[in-house]
């Protein structure tokens, strides 16, 4: 049971590039979430899904895109990355609503 | 508008001390608050989560308290171990499902 997994680890990427970041959990939790993490912030959540197929746009989704083609995956898009990108992006998941959210290792995304 | 803050930003105790983190809210309505573990390089991991009538919640050296009145909360750590040194999130969840309004830590260093 390895929870909820994120690949890539680290990331470097040129202002314009594309990238995807993978998100799986084998909890079989209906609830996906991507968040950044800034220094000096609290996390801000990016995008959510409530299910397979379903997505919905958070606090801070601009510059980013999702899918959730799969119940135990949930991708995070950057189709033209900017230096403001550059953060730390978590990804969780939970069984519902108001329920404990279970968290990803994290990627650490460097936009120069 | 919505916050959390937390207090101190950073605390160093020695091994072996106890100490206690505060966090006040201004976020409404409320559904519940949490308190996760932060290691470096590591994803949020949940410690303690309190509904409105929940007053004191533990998980093993950690208790947490809630006062829902004056909108604060503590997390005592007793009998400090070097492993205790993390940032600890203080996060509140408003009654609308996605609204998690995460603080931006304490980051506590148990020194030997």
């Known amino acids: 049971n390895a929870g909820v997994t994120q690949t890539p680890k680290f990331r470097v990427l040129k202002t314009g590039q594309s990238m995807t970041l993978l998100c799986a959990q084998d909890?079989?939790?209906?609830?996906m979430y991507w968040y950044r993490q800034d220094p000096g912030m609290g996390l801000r959540l990016i995008h959510y899904s409530v299910g397979e197929g379903t997505t919905a746009k958070g606090e801070v989704p601009d510059g980013y895109n999702v899918s959730r083609l799969k119940k135990q995956n949930f991708l995070l898009g950057l189709e033209s990355a900017a230096p403001s990108q550059t953060s730390v992006y978590f990804c969780a998941s939970s069984s519902g609503t108001g329920r404990e959210q279970y968290f990803g290792p994290g990627t650490r995304l460097t936009v120069t | 508008k919505n916050q959390v803050e937390q207090s101190p930003q950073s605390l160093i105790i020695l091994e072996g001390k106890n100490c206690t983190l505060q966090?006040?809210?201004?976020?409404?309505?409320?559904?519940?608050l949490r308190w996760y573990k932060q290691d470096t390089g590591r994803g949020p991991v949940s410690l303690t989560i309190?509904?409105?009538?929940?007053n004191t919640k533990s998980n093993g050296r950690y208790t947490a308290t809630l006062d829902a009145d004056t909108k604060q909360s503590s997390l005592h750590i007793t009998a400090s171990q070097l492993s205790d040194s993390a940032s600890y999130i203080c996060v509140v969840s408003a009654r609308s499902f996605q609204k998690l309004v995460f603080g931006t830590g304490t980051r506590l260093l148990v020194s030997p």
């Open positions: 309190m509904t409105f009538s929940e």
């Open positions: 909890m079989n939790h209906e609830y």
């Open positions: 966090c006040n809210y201004t976020v409404s309505p409320f559904s519940n």
